[in-house]
C-alpha cells in the first residue's frame, strides 16, 4: 500500500469516526467532519453542474458546426440567465418564467407516466376472481382487491370516513399500515448490510482485524 | 513328458472374439458420432413457410415485424439448428440475425424509415441452409395516431374533464367540501407550541428539485405556514438542497410575511442552500436540529434514505414533528418516528385545502371523480371475473374482459 492510499484510509476512517461519533452527541469532531462534507459537496456540485450543463450541453453543442438542433440549448440558457434577474429588484418578476416552465413542462410530461403506473395498471390488476385457486390464492386475491378497494376508500376526499364508507376507509389504513410495516422491516435489514459494509472497512480495511 | 500342443480348436473362441474388435470399434465411433452430433450428414431440411413482414404499428418508422411458420423439421433432436433473417435494400441479401431453434417472429429495428426491405429467412442445419420464400417489399412509416391507447385518451379525458370542470365550478365561488385532514389540525398545535416555547420552526421541503410535484405541495404547506410563522414573529429555520428550492421558498416566505403585514420581519437567511450531496445535506440538517433546538419539525416534501435520520434526530430533541411525502418507501419511517404523517396524496391534498386556490381545490375533486371510477371499475370487474369462474354465463366473462381491456394498456 502506498503513502497516499493509506493516508486515503486513514481520512475516511476518521471521518467515518467522526459522522458516527454523533450517536453519542454534538460535539466539534462531528462539526467539523460535517463543514468538510457539506463544503466538499457543495463545491463538487457546482463543479459538476458546471462542466456537464454549462460546458457539455450548451457550450459544446451550440458551438458544433455540425450540430443540427445548436439552437435548442439556447432556450435553457435564456430561462438560465431568467433565474438570475431576480438579482434585480425592478425585473425580479422575470425569475418566475423559468420555474413556471419547470414545473409545467415536468408535470405535462409525467402525467401520462404516472396515470399508467399508478392507476390503470393497478386497477387492472386488482380485477381478480376472488374465489379462484387454493386457499392462499383467495386471501391473496381478497387483499390485493379489497385492499386496493379499501386504500381508494381511505384516499377519497369528498366524503366524511363516517359510517360504512368510514369502516372501509379504517380497513384501508389497516391495509396500508400492514404494508409500511413489512416495508420498514424490509429496509431496516437494507440499512443493516450498509452499515455492515462500513463495519467491514474500519475492521478490515483500516484496522486489518478481519480479513 | 513331451510337451502336447493344443488343439487347434482351443483357438477357435479367440479367434471370434478377434474378428469381433472391428465390429466393436466401428460400432463405438458410430455410436460417437450419433451423441456428438458430428460428421452426420443431413438430408436439407424443409424451409421456414408463410413469411410475412409488416410494418410495426403504433410507432415512429422504427420497426419491420417479421413472422413465419416454423420449418417441418424444427422438432427436438431434428436437423434444424436455428433461423437466420436475411434482408435485402437492393438486390444483395445481408444477414440481420440468427435466432435460437422454435423462434418464429423478429422485429428488425435496424432499418431507416420509408426504405423498401425484403426479407427471407434460413433453416440452420448441420449441412448448411434452407431458405424460405422473399417477402414483397414493405418500409416502415410512421402512424400519428396510437389506437392502442385509446381506452387511455378516453379516461384520461374524462378525468381532466373533471378537474376541469371543478376548477371552473370553484372559480365561481361555489364551495367544494373537502373532509379534513388529521395532520392539517396539527399544523396550528405545531407552531403554537413552538410560540409558547419561543423557539425556531425548522421546515425541510424533501431533496428533490421544483419539479418534483412533492416540494410543490411541501411548498404550498409552507405558504401557509409562514403566515403563522409571521403573524406570531417566530423563528423559521429552512434548509434547502436544491437552489430553485431556495429560490421559491424564499420568494413564498417573503409573500407571507407581506401578506401578515411585516415584510421588514423576512429575511432571506431564513432559507439557506446547503448542498445537493444527500448525506452532506443531511448531516448539516441533523447539526442545525441538536444546536438550535427547534420546537417543531416539519418534513414535507419528497424524502429517500434520509427520512429516518431526520425523523429520529428530531424525535431525540423533543421536537413536535409533522411529516409528509408520497414515497411509499420512507412513509414507515415517518409513520414510526413522526407525531403526525400525512400519507401520499394527503400532502397533495392538504396543500389544496390550506392554499384554498380554486385550481388546487378543482384539481383534487377531479381527482376524486377518477377514484370513484376506479372503485366501481374494482368492484364491477371482481363480480364479474368471480361469476365468470363459477359459470354464471357468457355475459360476466364478457365483461370482466372488457374490464380488463379497458384499463389495460398496451403499446
Known amino acids: ?211 | 513328458m513331451r510337451s502336447r500342443r493344443p488343439p487347434i480348436a482351443a483357438f477357435v473362441p479367440s479367434l471370434f472374439f478377434l474378428s469381433l474388435i472391428p465390429f466393436i470399434f466401428l460400432t463405438a465411433v458410430a455410436q460417437s458420432d450419433l451423441e456428438t452430433g458430428e460428421n452426420i450428414a443431413f438430408a436439407p431440411p424443409e424451409p421456414p413457410t408463410g413469411v410475412i413482414a409488416l410494418d410495426h404499428v403504433y410507432d415512429c418508422g422504427e420497426m419491420i415485424d417479421i413472422s413465419w411458420t416454423l420449418s417441418a423439421a424444427d422438432t427436438a433432436g431434428g436437423p434444424v439448428t436455428g433461423y437466420e433473417i436475411f434482408r435485402a435494400e437492393a438486390d444483395s441479401f445481408v444477414s440481420v440475425s440468427v435466432l435460437p431453434l422454435g423462434t418464429n417472429t423478429y422485429s428488425d429495428e435496424k432499418i431507416i424509415a420509408g426504405t423498401p426491405y425484403r426479407y427471407r429467412v434460413a433453416a440452420l442445419y448441420t449441412g448448411g441452409a434452407v431458405l424460405s420464400e422473399i417477402t414483397p417489399p414493405v418500409s416502415a412509416g410512421t402512424e400519428i395516431i396510437n389506437w392502442n391507447l385509446l381506452n387511455l385518451f378516453v379516461i384520461g379525458l374524462f378525468v381532466c374533464g373533471a378537474v376541469i370542470y371543478y376548477i371552473t365550478h370553484a372559480k365561481r365561488g361555489k364551495k367544494l367540501f373537502i373532509r379534513k385532514i388529521a395532520g392539517l389540525e396539527a399544523i396550528d398545535e405545531a407552531i403554537g407550541r413552538a410560540t409558547e416555547m419561543g423557539r425556531p420552526i425548522l421546515f425541510v421541503p424533501g431533496i428533490n428539485d421544483m419539479d418534483d410535484v412533492q416540494t410543490i405541495a411541501g411548498i404550498t404547506i409552507l405558504g401557509k405556514v409562514a403566515q403563522v410563522v409571521a403573524a406570531y414573529d417566530i423563528k423559521i429555520n429552512m434548509p434547502v438542497s436544491r437552489s430553485l428550492v431556495m429560490t421559491t421558498a424564499r420568494e413564498t416566505i417573503k409573500e407571507a410575511y407581506i401578506g401578515a403585514g411585516r415584510p421588514d420581519a423576512y429575511n432571506d437567511d431564513m432559507v439557506r442552500y446547503v448542498t445537493d450531496e444527500q448525506f452532506g445535506y443531511v448531516a448539516a440538517v441533523d447539526g442545525v436540529m441538536v444546536r438550535e433546538k427547534p420546537a417543531t419539525c416539519f418534513y414535507l416534501g419528497a424524502f429517500f434514505a434520509e427520512s429516518l435520520i431526520l425523523a429520529e434526530t428530531g424525535n431525540s430533541i423533543g421536537a413536535i414533528q409533522i411529516a409528509g411525502t408520497a414515497q411509499p418507501a420512507q412513509l414507515p419511517f415517518f409513520v414510526a418516528a413522526c407525531d403526525y404523517t400525512l400519507i401520499g396524496e394527503e400532502l397533495f391534498a392538504a396543500s389544496a385545502y390550506l392554499s384554498n386556490e380554486p385550481k388546487q381545490l378543482g384539481s383534487l375533486k377531479g381527482q376524486d371523480v377518477g377514484k370513484f371510477v376506479a372503485m366501481a371499475a374494482i368492484i364491477i370487474g371482481v363480480i364479474a371475473a368471480t361469476l365468470a369462474e363459477f359459470g354464471a354465463g357468457s355475459f360476466f366473462v364478457e365483461l370482466s374482459d372488457i374490464m380488463h381491456k379497458l384499463f389495460t394498456v398496451e403499446n
Open chain 1, 1 to 211: 500500500m502506498g503513502f497516499w492510499e493509506i493516508f486515503g484510509v486513514w481520512l475516511a476512517a476518521l471521518l467515518t469516526l467522526g459522522i458516527i461519533s454523533f450517536l453519542y452527541r454534538d460535539n466539534a469532531f462531528y462539526k467539523a467532519c460535517e463543514a468538510i462534507f457539506v463544503g466538499i459537496s457543495a463545491g463538487y456540485w457546482a463543479i459538476t453542474y458546471f462542466w456537464d450543463n454549462l460546458y457539455r450541453k450548451f457550450y459544446l453543442q451550440v458551438s458544433d458546426p455540425a450540430g443540427t438542433e445548436k439552437y435548442v440549448p439556447w432556450i435553457g440558457f435564456v430561462l438560465g440567465i431568467l433565474m438570475l434577474t431576480r438579482l434585480f429588484k425592478k425585473i425580479g418578476w422575470l425569475s418566475r418564467w423559468p420555474l413556471a416552465f419547470i414545473i409545467g413542462a415536468t408535470a405535462g410530461l409525467y402525467m401520462m407516466t404516472y396515470f399508467v403506473s399508478n392507476a390503470m395498471v393497478q386497477i387492472s390488476a386488482s380485477i381478480l376472481p376472488v374465489f379462484e385457486g387454493s386457499f392462499g390464492d383467495i386471501i391473496t386475491n381478497l387483499l390485493v382487491s379489497g385492499g386496493t378497494f379499501c386504500g381508494l376508500v381511505y384516499f377519497f376526499f369528498s366524503k366524511e370516513h363516517k359510517g360504512v364508507f368510514g369502516g372501509a376507509a379504517r380497513v384501508g389504513i389497516w391495509v396500508l399500515m400492514l404494508t409500511f410495516g413489512a416495508s420498514f422491516g424490509y429496509t431496516v435489514m437494507s440499512r443493516m448490510s450498509l452499515m455492515l459494509g462500513r463495519l467491514d472497512f474500519l475492521f478490515g480495511d483500516w484496522l486489518k482485524l478481519i480479513k
